[in-house]
């Protein structure tokens, strides 16, 4: 069965620093695999998608993940934090044979002035 | 083109009462998947309807049903309401493909006293 891993529950930052957040996947066949923020009382925003081909993926306000098939992982990195990527973020993974989703718990992303 | 749209935004209830949420999905797809997120933690996944029939489902109760209509809206209702059931609902939609994005809504908050 999926199921993802989200490393951190909180990570605190300083504006300008590098994000990373971490996601680790559990699956049986190649997943996809997918990131989404959410502001507070709001739902949740693709911000970016690992379907086929590059491993390298570029999502929006320039968070960008890497697919690693041998360490099963999804990162998402920033590399300069803005107040404005204060959120939560969600880790979520979808088999190529069933159409839903199974979402980490989530890593709330603190950025500091 | 509005995209996801969900009612009510909030909704308070006393347990053993039952509940419907609604769901309006983007214009265009024809898929609404259905999310229960509890606080502090990721979406989890409910149920997914297609041609107005339940496709997939997760490990959630009977209690937990669903409709979708020929115009592709849904409802969620939930029967005999524990405490248990406070949560954000979220409702997603998207094309009946593969690994599609799924957009989400803003939710139903419901609180169960």
């Known amino acids: 069965a999926q199921s993802v891993t989200q490393l951190g529950s909180h990570v605190s930052v300083s504006e300008g620093a590098l994000v990373l957040l971490r996601c680790n996947y559990s699956?049986?066949?190649?997943?996809?695999l997918f990131w989404y923020v959410q502001y507070p009382n709001q739902g949740l925003q693709l911000l970016l998608k690992?379907?086929?081909?590059?491993?390298l993926v570029k999502g929006i306000n320039g968070f960008e993940a890497e697919f690693k098939k041998s360490e099963t992982s999804f990162h998402l990195t920033k590399p300069s934090a803005l107040m404005s990527d204060a959120a939560e973020y969600f880790c979520?993974?979808?088999?190529?044979?069933?159409?839903?989703?199974?979402f980490g718990a989530g890593t709330r992303l603190t950025v500091k002035p | 083109d509005a995209g996801v749209t969900q009612s009510p935004t909030h909704l308070i209830k006393t347990r053993g009462q039952q509940v419907t949420l609604r769901c309006s999905p983007k214009?265009?797809?024809?898929?609404v998947s259905w999310y229960q997120q509890a606080l502090g933690q990721g979406p989890q996944f409910i149920f997914q309807?297609?041609?107005?029939?339940?496709?997939q489902r997760g490990n959630f109760p009977d209690r937990f049903s669903g409709h979708q209509f020929p115009n592709y809206s849904s409802e969620l209702n939930v029967n005999a309401l524990l405490l248990g059931d406070s949560a954000l609902y979220l409702c997603?939609?998207?094309?009946?493909?593969?690994?599609?994005?799924?957009?989400f809504g803003p939710g139903t908050r419901l609180l169960v006293l």
């Open positions: 997603a939609s998207s094309l009946r493909q593969i690994g599609e994005t799924q957009y």
């Open positions: 699956s049986s066949v190649p997943p996809y």
């Open positions: 309807y297609y041609e107005e029939e339940e496709r």
């Open positions: 979520a993974v979808s088999e190529r044979a069933i159409n839903d989703m199974r």
């Open positions: 690992y379907t086929t081909g590059a491993t």
């Open positions: 214009s265009g797809h024809d898929t």
